[in-house]
């Protein structure tokens, strides 16, 4: 009979905060069990800084350039799959090899940087015009994803998990600061959005790559049926007064210990923009985080159905856990009345958030 799953799988930038959350979420599948191929930079990788990834039985580790077709083409012939998990600031720039490379190859599926706002939607490309970049990655699988008689052979899947929270929160990108305790409302701080954590967009890569190949009894989903679609994911939906709600238990505080203003969520894409005009990138967090607060272009999906029931992720994450696990790293303190104090896991990953961001 044959196989039912796919098992071979490539990531580049499997060191990041992403990428090692894919490669956590890919071993710990049970079925299929992946054999995951690292692609990385020669050096990147040693026995001492990874001893993990050197050490797995399920893990080969291949070293060169991502701007190399030849190296890239040996290292993706055979991948049923490739994950592409660059930071954003060398994405734009790396991908396209990649994605060229893994098309010669007919790597069936790629999962290209998207792991954010959902770029299916005209309005949002509108508002935030960098991401015209995932736009154009998208439709160079479509156009080199196909053999010389006209049939698909490579397919993308993009992965939309909105804004990572655990990401988003310490450095105050959500317009609550914890840092400084101040609060900025965009409009009344009552638009509930979607957010989720780099690890659940880990555990929604590998769980749709675990779909099966073929429908069977008791099949919601298969891998073919995402080709070239997107997966939508959410580990909750929260207004910014729920985030700062959600702080205040973490950090033992009320509204009597923090200042707050006022602004809009206009004025705030305003300001990104008047600091990108000045050749202040930090602007384009403004575009991102702004517009995360605009009905129809970040809040939500625009209506499209959820995908965490089909890939078993509904309801894993709790908002006051990722938001008390994060602040323990930012803040280290206050936040023993949820018992989590000892919970490192969340918070540990959070440390190294600030290196992949891919939003």
């Known amino acids: 009979m044959e196989n039912n799953h796919i098992s071979r799988v490539a990531i580049v930038g499997a060191t990041g905060s992403l990428g090692s959350s894919v490669l956590t979420a890919l071993l710990a599948q049970s079925e299929p069990l992946f054999s995951v191929t690292v692609i990385t930079r020669p050096g990147s990788i040693t026995p001492s800084s990874h001893k993990s990834?050197?050490?797995?039985?399920?893990?080969?580790?291949?070293?060169?350039?991502?701007?190399?077709?030849?190296?890239?083409?040996?290292?993706?012939?055979?991948?049923?799959?490739?994950?592409?998990?660059?930071?954003?600031?060398?994405?734009?720039e790396l991908q396209p090899d990649i994605i060229r490379a893994a098309c010669k190859a007919k790597v069936s599926y790629i999962i290209p940087n998207e792991f954010g706002s959902d770029t299916g939607n005209p309005a949002l490309i509108e508002a935030i015009p960098m991401h015209q970049a995932k736009v154009d990655a998208r439709k160079l699988v479509g156009e080199l994803g196909v053999d010389e008689h006209g049939n698909r052979t490579s397919s993308w899947i993009g992965i939309i998990n909105n804004p990572w929270y655990d990401w988003s929160l310490p450095d105050g990108y959500l317009g609550i600061h914890p840092k400084t305790r101040e609060v900025t409302f965009f409009d009344k701080g009552d638009l509930r959005v979607y957010m989720s954590t780099i690890e659940l967009s880990g555990k929604a890569?590998?769980?749709?790559?675990?779909?099966?190949?073929?429908?069977?009894?008791?099949?919601?989903?298969?891998?073919?049926?995402?080709?070239?679609?997107?997966?939508?994911?959410?580990?909750?939906?929260?207004s910014q007064r729920d985030i700062l709600e959600s702080v205040q238990r973490a950090t033992n505080t009320t509204d009597k210990d923090w200042k707050f203003h006022s602004s809009s969520a206009k004025e705030h894409i305003d300001d990104g923009h008047k600091m990108l005009a000045q050749g202040n990138m930090a602007g384009i967090m403004n575009l991102i985080f702004g517009n995360t607060f605009i009905p129809g272009i970040g809040a939500d999906y625009r209506g499209a159905p959820l995908d965490n029931v089909a890939l078993g992720l509904d309801g894993v994450e709790g908002l006051d856990k990722v938001t008390a696990t994060t602040l323990q790293v930012a803040l280290g303190a206050g936040l023993d009345a949820l018992g989590l104090a000892h919970e490192q896991t969340l918070g540990e990953r959070a440390m190294k958030l600030r290196y992949s961001i891919t939003l």
């Open 53 to 92: 990834l050197v050490n797995h039985p399920r893990i080969t580790i291949k070293e060169g350039s991502y701007s190399d077709p030849e190296f890239l083409a040996s290292v993706l012939e055979g991948q049923d799959a490739v994950v592409l998990t660059l930071s954003f600031n060398v994405s734009h």
């Open 205 to 238: 890569t590998a769980r749709v790559l675990s779909l099966p190949l073929h429908a069977d009894a008791g099949t919601q989903r298969t891998l073919p049926s995402y080709a070239n679609k997107f997966v939508y994911v959410r580990g909750f939906e929260v």
